[in-house]
């Protein structure tokens, strides 16, 4: 059975891993075992590789991704006006706002009315103090944690995490 895994790596409590151990096949069914620093810095080149690899694949991916993103939009920016006279002529005398084709559908639609923000800053502190239900706070859990680590605080909603061996491939 093969996995899939992601370019995350997980770490692994002690517990986790000594499970995982107990579970896993015999150390080397194949030919080859790492059981020599140069065993094992070959499995980790190959393992570095192929992320590696997965990066680049990625990176063009997304490049590629962008430049037809563009494309459409510069078709879109084209034929918009003439995809609306179209969908007048089709949909004319009815009460039909769309029409579904082959690659897709072009339709008005009713966009709901709602407000549009032009200036955040002013907005914000216009909503703090009239409106404070609007302003939603985030906590910085680096911030909290440099403090309780300098201060060495207890708090009843936090704890300092203690530092752990973990298992890794990276």
């Not at 992320?51 to 962008?66: G, L, S, W």
């Not at 009315?113 to 703090?128: E, P, S, Y």
């Not at 009239?130 to 939603?136: F, G, K, R, T, Y």
Request: with cysteine; charged share 30%; proline share 5%.
């Amino acid at each position: 059975m093969q996995t899939r895994q992601t370019a995350e790596a997980k770490t692994l409590t002690a517990e986790e891993i000594a499970a995982l151990i107990a579970d896993a096949p015999a150390p080397c069914p194949e030919t080859f075992c790492p059981d020599t620093e140069a065993g094992a810095n070959w499995v980790l080149g190959k393992i570095a590789d192929r992320r590696a690899r997965a990066a680049r694949i990625r990176e063009n991916a997304e490049r590629m991704a962008r430049a037809e993103e563009r494309e459409a939009e510069a078709l879109e920016w084209r034929y918009t006006g003439a995809l609306q006279h179209f969908l007048e002529a089709q949909t004319a005398g009815g009460k039909r706002k769309s029409i579904r084709l082959f690659h897709g559908v072009i339709g008005y639609r009713t966009r709901p009315a709602g407000v549009q923000v032009t200036d955040l800053g002013a907005a914000l502190a216009w909503a703090k103090d009239n409106l404070p239900a609007a302003v939603v706070e985030a906590l910085d859990r680096k911030v909290l944690s440099d403090r309780l680590t300098a201060t060495g605080e207890a708090l009843p909603f936090a704890a300092l995490a203690p530092a752990e061996e973990t298992f890794y491939i990276k």
